[in-house]
C-alpha cells in the first residue's frame, strides 16, 4: 500500500463516524456470510426441479475443478488486494458481497433446482471447508456464485487494464462450470445481471459517503 494509499485509510479513519460504518459494514457482512453457509446447508437437502438445457444437452462433461478453483480465487484474491487499499472501494466492496449473497440466497430460495444431468461436482476445498459444511453441494445453483463474484469484482474495480483481467475471467469460469455441467446456462446468465444489481446497491447506499475517498 503506497503513501496515497495509507492518507486515504488515515483521513477516512479520523471520523468517528466512518470508524463506525466500518465497524457496522464488517459485522453485518461476516453475518450474511454466516447465514449463506447455514442457507446452503439447508438447501441442498431440498428438492428441486430438473431443467432441460439445450446448450448443456450439446455438451460432454468434462472436470475442470481446478482451473475453475484457480481463476475464481485468483480473481478474488487480485481484486480485494487492490481494493483493500481504499477505504471507499473497501467498503462499497464488502456490502456489494452482502447485498449478493442475499439475493442469491433469496433466488435459490425462490427456485430450487436439482444439478443439471451428467453434473460433474465441483471439488471446492476453500468452500468445502467454510461455507460447505466438509460437504459437497450440488445444489447451490440459481445463480452461479462463481461467476457472479468475479463479474462483481470486475464492476468494483476501476481501472481498465483490471476489469479487462476480471472480465475476461469470469467469461472463461461461466464456460469452465458450464462444461463441468455444474450449471444451467440461465444461472450464468442471471449471475452478471446480479452483481451489477449488488454493485448499484452498494454505490447508492455509500457512494455519497465514499466517492471523495475511491
Same mark, same amino acid.
Request: charged residues 15%.
Given at each position: ?6 492518507? =486515504? +485509510?488515515?483521513?477516512?479513519?479520523? =471520523? ?16 450474511? !456470510? ?7 446447508? +439447508?438447501?441442498?437437502?431440498?428438492? @428441486? ?11 460432454t462433461p468434462r472436470d475442470f475443478s481446478i482451473f475453475t478453483g484457480l481463476l475464481?480465487? @485468483?480473481?478474488?484474491?487480485? @481484486? ?11 467498503t462499497v466492496s464488502l456490502v456489494a458481497v452482502s447485498i449478493i449473497c442475499s439475493?442469491?440466497?433469496?433466488? %435459490?430460495? %425462490? ?18 471447508? =467454510? ?44 464456460? !469452465? ?11 450464468? !446468465? ?25
Amino acid at each position: 500500500m503506497n503513501q496515497h494509499h495509507q492518507d =486515504s +485509510w488515515k483521513i477516512y479513519m479520523q =471520523s468517528c463516524r466512518n470508524r463506525m460504518e466500518l465497524i457496522v459494514i464488517v459485522v453485518v457482512t461476516l453475518c450474511v !456470510l454466516y447465514a449463506m453457509a447455514s442457507f446452503l446447508a +439447508w438447501n441442498e437437502n431440498r428438492p @428441486g426441479d430438473v431443467l432441460n438445457d439445450s446448450l448443456l444437452n450439446m455438451i460432454t462433461p468434462r472436470d475442470f475443478s481446478i482451473f475453475t478453483g484457480l481463476l475464481t480465487y @485468483g480473481t478474488i484474491t487480485f @481484486g480485494l488486494i487492490i481494493l483493500a487499499q481504499k477505504p471507499g472501494t473497501f467498503t462499497v466492496s464488502l456490502v456489494a458481497v452482502s447485498i449478493i449473497c442475499s439475493i442469491r440466497m433469496f433466488a %435459490m430460495y %425462490m427456485v430450487p433446482l436439482d444439478p443439471p444431468e451428467g453434473i460433474i461436482p465441483l471439488r471446492d476445498l476453500m468452500l468445502e471447508n =467454510s461455507f460447505y459444511s466438509n460437504k459437497v453441494m450440488v445444489r447451490d445453483l440459481f445463480f452461479s456464485g462463481h461467476t457472479s463474484n468475479t463479474f462483481l469484482v470486475g464492476m468494483l474495480l476501476q481501472k481498465k487494464i483490471h476489469k479487462q483481467i476480471a472480465f475476461t475471467s469470469c467469461f472463461l469460469i461461466a464456460c !469452465l462450470v458450464l462444461v463441468q455441467h455444474v450449471h444451467y446456462t440461465i444461472d450464468v !446468465l442471471v449471475a452478471p445481471f446480479a452483481a451489477y444489481l449488488s454493485y448499484f446497491i452498494a454505490r447508492t447506499i455509500l457512494g455519497y459517503r465514499t466517492r471523495a475517498l475511491v
